[in-house]
Antibody, heavy 121, light 110 residues
Framework: EVQLVQSGAEVKKPGESLRISCKASGYSFTRYWITWVRQMPGKGLEWMGRIDPSDSYTYYSPSFQGLVTISTDKSITSAYLQWSSLEASDTAIYYC??????????????WGQGTLVTVSS | QSALTQPRSVSGSPGQSVTISCTGTSRDVGGYNYVSWYQQHPGKAPKLLIYDVNKWPSGVPARFSGSKSGNTASLTISGLQAEDEADYYCCSYADSYTLLFGSGTKVTVL
């Protein structure tokens, strides 16, 4: 069974750093890209970027370039989303999802359960 | 690049059909046959319903169907059921190697 299991909710202060995770199982980890999607409170979905676990090549949406870092550790079939200095506007639910590695246009067929990140002083 | 435009809400009675539109430009929806649709129930992760405009992933009922004309894609839910009450998002591949989601549509079953 394909599963993407994300780390638990986080409460952080502005300026703090954070890394959340997405643990994949039930499929060949290096055959599918992992993508991250943001959903701000009461708002829609936004594509942040994706990583190819086979070689860690990463591509970011222009809206998120330089604001977050996406990484992966294929030895433990996990992907990560990281901030070096959080802002209140980073408060959101973050989803990881997988897509077949042949093209960015491929759909997201499995999703993690989401990680709520709250940034507040 | 802005989000694709969807109606804020649509509603219908059980058994009826509803259609959700997703309007973009020639640089996204109109330029590629790579539109997907996702269903999101409150507090849950999105679920893939349709991909490549009109293809079904395994396990999705055929009463969900997709189409496209010009710069507008559409999702039709036929035989509306209570469990279809949810938010729906379109997503399109776009120029400059990016993906755009729609603004989201809340479907209410009356």
């Amino acid at each position: 069974e394909v599963q993407l299991v994300q780390s638990g909710a986080e409460v952080k202060k502005p300026g703090e750093s954070l890394r959340i995770s997405c643990k994949a199982s039930g499929y060949s980890f290096t055959r599918y890209w992992i993508t991250w999607v943001r959903q701000m409170p009461g708002k829609g979905l936004e594509w942040m970027g994706r990583i190819d676990p086979s070689d860690s090549y990463t591509y970011y949406s222009p809206s998120f370039q330089g604001l977050v870092t996406i990484s992966t550790d294929k030895s433990i079939t996990s992907a990560y989303l990281q901030w070096s200095s959080l802002e209140a506007s980073d408060t959101a639910i973050y989803y990881c999802a997988r897509q077949l590695d042949t093209a960015l246009a491929n759909p997201f067929d499995y999703w993690g359960q989401g990680t709520l990140v709250t940034v507040s002083s | 690049q802005s989000a694709l435009t969807q109606p804020r809400s649509v509603s219908g009675s059980p058994g009826q059909s509803v259609t959700i539109s997703c309007t973009g430009t020639s640089r996204d929806v109109g330029g590629y046959n790579y539109v997907s649709w996702y269903q999101q129930h409150p507090g849950k992760a999105p679920k893939l319903l349709i991909y490549d405009v009109n293809k079904w992933p395994s396990g999705v009922p055929a009463r969900f169907s997709g189409s496209k004309s010009g710069n507008t894609a559409s999702l039709t839910i036929s035989g509306l059921q209570a469990e279809d009450e949810a938010d729906y998002y379109c997503c399109s591949y776009a120029d400059s190697y990016t993906l755009l989601f729609g603004s989201g549509t809340k479907v209410t079953v009356l």
